[in-house]
């Protein structure tokens, strides 16, 4: 039996199933399902096994179905006829048997004498069906048609090429060294942090201005505008490549809830409104909103037609900017996979490139002009599931993070430490870092072990210090930031996340009881990290010293664009405790991103926080939580649906 047919089928087969799951998934799901149990190393990088697999199997593709091509006949036989005729001789003559099995001879033929065989065949032959349906689907060469056999085998080498195309042309055609931006970091009440990177050294030096920009919109003509004066903001004089050619700068003595304009002689500029005072809502629709999602990678969904440094998620957010009027982006992680599809390197260059080329995207822009972004770090800015505290390739990862994102970010808890603190409107946030100071994730395996830690002993107790600190007077809501998920209830692959770390966890929950118990105070965990979304809720033991209303809200959302899984991982187990409570399960989408809008109730004394799901553009769902009553009363549930 000829194999080339069945290895054409195979071999094509398998180009077009891995470049399907990898252009849609990037496999960072499914490497994982190999390697749970292994052992974290920077070799174990999601994305590694599909290329291979798409390369070997066009090679044995483009073989087999030369080979295939050769050996197919464009006909098949639908007549064999066969006649065979026994020349005279002295007994007589005699008919053989033909085809049909029809046959005379005379009396004497079992004659030992020696015939003389005249054999006549007759075949009759068909062109064959093109089969087009056949040839598409399966690879295999028409037996008649060059065109499609030429068609089906395009589509086999387009695919090998999309996967080329995904994996290197961003990175090796547009490194983006060249690209000159300023953006917005942290915005207080009274400062707003700003990033500037300019390579142009002729353009040295940069000189920044700012003026306010209060009903700007209303403004007709010049002499208007001109009763805004522009203020020096800063100079500067010098950029090199030791920061990448990146400068922070704080612009002081701003007003609350103001609305700015800020220019360089770079020809940069844009807009930020500061924060209102501490207790205080915007003072336009009597609400503080804030933004949060995780997890962004250009190009994907793959579109062998877009620009591929192009962020597909950022226009649907860029939709809803205006809309919603959001302090800032509360960005929880994997602004950067540096280990997807390909890792190039662990050097700072290739770090710093993936930093560049988002902020050289086209997208960019759009969501960046009017809206501050703050960062907490996650494992896709290092290495795939990071446990390895500061090892290689640690040192080279936290560089560009620490020019391009924490410079602009809230004040550190303390000198050098990549955990950060800050209080806005309504809310106390503590952004933590999950990543550099954990122990790993097998070592030991219990994750209710006592030596494990997610945070270290000095983070941890500064996470503590935050929770048990009272709330300024208006402040309603302490807000923990993590960028891996708090639940347990993700079952895969989980001891990447807080699941791998119970005994610790369960310290920092009691001390989250503590504040809703004791308090008017409620705590809520935004986290993002496994490309679903899922809204859980911690309430107290019952009969325990913690009254309902201390109940802990956890959201969790992601990807803001990236891949969603295409299994489902999120499963409440009932019998587990503490109970964890799913109030949502929406895992489907390319692009999610979360809304949270606080606003004041019962003159004051209470606060009320709605969270709101964006997906693919579209709001999806909403919930409702109030912050716990005053007293220390047993009190109401604190959720309202």
């Known amino acids: 039996m000829d ?55 066009l090679i044995t593709f483009l073989v087999s179905f030369a080979l295939t091509s050769r050996e197919t006949s464009p006909y098949e036989i639908v007549a064999d006829e066969v006649d065979i005729v026994v020349a005279d001789n002295d007994k007589g003559r005699v008919r053989a048997e033909d085809s049909r099995g029809s046959a005379f001879h005379d009396a004497d ?61 961003g990175p090796l055609l547009y490194p983006s060294r060249d690209v000159s931006f300023i953006r917005v970091g942290h915005v207080s009440d009274s400062s707003a942090n700003l990033l500037i990177r300019e390579p142009d050294l002729s353009k040295l030096p940069v000189y920044i201005s700012f003026r306010n920009a209060e009903n700007v919109e209303y403004e007709s003509n010049e002499s208007e505008q001109s009763e805004r004066p522009w203020k020096t903001a800063g100079q500067i004089y010098w950029l090199s490549n030791e920061t990448d050619y990146t400068y922070p700068l704080t612009i002081s003595r701003l007003q609350p809830s103001t609305r700015y304009e800020y220019a360089a002689s770079n020809s940069q500029s844009g807009y930020f409104q500061t924060a209102p005072s501490i207790g205080e809502t915007n003072p336009r629709d009597r609400k503080f909103t804030f933004l949060t999602s995780s997890c962004i990678k250009p190009r994907f969904p793959y579109n062998p037609l877009s620009h591929p440094l192009e962020i597909p998620g950022f226009a649907h957010l860029a939709q809803w900017i205006p809309k919603v009027q959001a302090s800032f982006m509360l960005f929880l992680g994997d602004f950067i996979y540096v280990d997807v599809p390909h890792r190039f390197g662990i050097d700072k260059e290739t770090y710093r490139r993936e930093y ?23 494992d896709h800015e290092i290495a795939n599931d990071w446990d390895a505290n500061t090892t290689s390739p640690y040192p080279s990862a936290i560089d560009p993070f620490t020019h391009y994102q924490a410079s602009t970010n809230p004040p550190p808890v303390h000198d050098g430490a990549t955990y950060y603190s800050f209080t806005q409107s309504l809310a106390s946030f503590f952004l933590l870092d999950t990543r550099s100071y954990r122990t790993p994730e097998f070592a030991p395996a219990n994750p209710s072990s006592p030596s494990k830690s997610m945070l270290g002993s000095t983070q941890l107790h500064h996470l503590l210090a935050f929770l048990r600190a009272p709330s300024p007077p208006g402040v309603h809501w302490k807000v923990v930031v993590s960028s891996i998920p708090f639940t347990r209830n993700w079952r895969f692959n989980n001891a990447d996340t807080w699941a791998g770390y119970l005994h610790e966890r369960q310290t920092i929950l009691e001390a989250m009881w503590d504040v809703g118990a004791t308090s008017s105070t409620g705590v809520v965990v935004l986290s993002g990290d496994r490309h679903e979304f899922a809204a859980t809720s911690f309430p107290p033991p019952r009969g325990g010293k913690w009254r309902l209303a201390a109940t802990v809200h956890e959201f969790s959302t992601s990807p803001l664009s990236m891949f969603y899984l295409p299994v489902r991982t999120y499963v409440e187990d009932e019998e587990e405790e503490p109970k964890e409570v799913c109030i949502k399960y929406l895992p489907g989408g390319n692009s999610k991103f979360g809304i949270v809008e606080m606003e004041n109730v019962s003159g004051g004394e209470q606060s009320l926080l709605r969270f709101r799901l964006v997906v693919d553009g579209e709001e999806a769902w909403a919930y409702v939580v109030s912050s716990p009553p005053a007293g220390k009363g047993r009190g109401k549930d604190a959720v309202w649906g």
């Open 3 to 57: 194999p080339w047919p069945a290895l054409t089928v195979i071999s094509s087969l398998a180009i077009r199933g891995s470049a399907y799951v990898f252009l849609r998934w990037v496999t960072d799901f499914l490497a994982n399902l190999s390697c749970i149990e292994a052992n974290k190393s920077n070799d174990q990088i999601p994305g590694h096994h599909f290329p291979p697999i798409v390369l070997y199997s």
């Open 109 to 169: 033929s079992d004659s030992d004498e020696e015939v003389e065989l005249d054999i006549e065949e007759m075949v009759v032959l068909e062109e064959r069906d093109p089969q087009i349906f056949k040839t598409l689907l399966f690879g295999l060469p028409s037996p008649t048609s060059p065109f499609w056999s030429l068609v089906t085998m395009a589509i086999n080498v387009a695919l090998a090429l999309c996967v080329g195309d995904m994996i290197f042309r």
């Open 356 to 378: 560049r080329q988002v902020y050289a995207s086209p997208s960019w822009p759009a969501v960046s002009s009017s809206l501050p972004w703050i960062h907490v770090l996650d």
